[in-house]
């Protein structure tokens, strides 16, 4: 079993969400009952306002490198979250952290930390 630590700055608030590893979910979704938590944004991957930082807590499990979608590139793009060599590579190197779109990236059976 997996956990998601959501922090927000100034990093003194955190709440662990401990995975189901048979239902697959978004971040978004597993955080809904989180009242600090990214409550005002649009849960489509169009506004940016649910950008984070994931961290895999064992760097092992942690994937070389992530292959976003156009869409989500191009928001976290624009949000100055990825640069512009970024935006236009095929894949993106994840490790030791990556941006991510919390409405679009599926929690899997894995620990990470997942800062606001
Ligand atoms: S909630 Fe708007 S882009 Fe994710």
Redesign the pocket.
């Known amino acids: 079993m997996g956990s998601v630590t959501l922090i927000a700055p100034p990093f003194d608030v955190e709440r662990v969400i401990h995975i189901d590893a048979s239902r697959a979910a978004t971040l978004?979704a597993l955080a809904r009952d989180v009242p600090w938590f990214l409550h005002k944004?649009?849960?489509?991957?169009?506004?940016?306002?649910?950008a984070v930082k994931v961290v895999f807590r064992d760097r092992s499990r942690a994937p070389e490198r992530v292959v976003l979608s156009p869409d989500e590139k191009t928001?976290l793009y624009r949000a100055g979250k990825l640069t512009d060599a970024e935006l236009r590579a095929l894949d993106i190197p994840a490790s030791p952290a990556l941006w991510r779109?919390?409405?679009?990236y599926v929690v899997e059976d894995e620990d990470i930390l997942v800062f606001a």
Request: aromatic fraction near 0%.
């Open positions: 978004l944004t649009c849960g489509q991957g169009r506004c940016g306002a649910c928001i779109l919390a409405c679009q």
